[in-house]
C-alpha cells in the first residue's frame, strides 16, 4: 500500500488542498512497516487536480485532517481510501498508528 499525507512545514496540513508538500509512504500491511518515504511537492490547488495527480504517484490511501466532500468522492473515483480528521501531526506516526489500527480521528474540519 502506498499512503499519501498533505504536509505543511513537515508537519499534517489541516487542509488537505492547500498543502506544501506530499509525505509518501509505502508501508508493507502484514508486518506494519513502512519501508519507504519521500517527500513530493504539491503541484498547488485546483479543483479535481489532486485525486489524478496522486492516482498517477500510485497512491491507494490518503491521511487528512480535514477533505471536502466533492474531493473525497474525487479521490474515491480514483480508487483511492481516504481517511479524514487525524488528530496525529507526525506524518511517519499517522500512517504507523492508522497501520496498527490506533489513530485517533475526530471530525473532518473541512466543510467543503
Known sequence: MRYAVPVTDGRLAAHF???QQFAIFDADEAN???QKKEIIASPGHEPGLLPTWLAEHGVSAVI???MG???QSLF????IRVI???MES???KAVLHYLNG???TGDNICDH
Open 17 to 19: 488542498g492547500h498543502c
Open 32 to 34: 506494519k512497516t513502512i
Open 64 to 66: 487528512a485532517g480535514g
Open 69 to 71: 466532500l466533492r474531493a
Open 76 to 79: 474515491g473515483e480514483n480508487h
Open 84 to 86: 479524514t480528521g487525524t
Open 90 to 92: 507526525d506524518p511517519e
Open 102 to 104: 490506533t489513530l485517533a
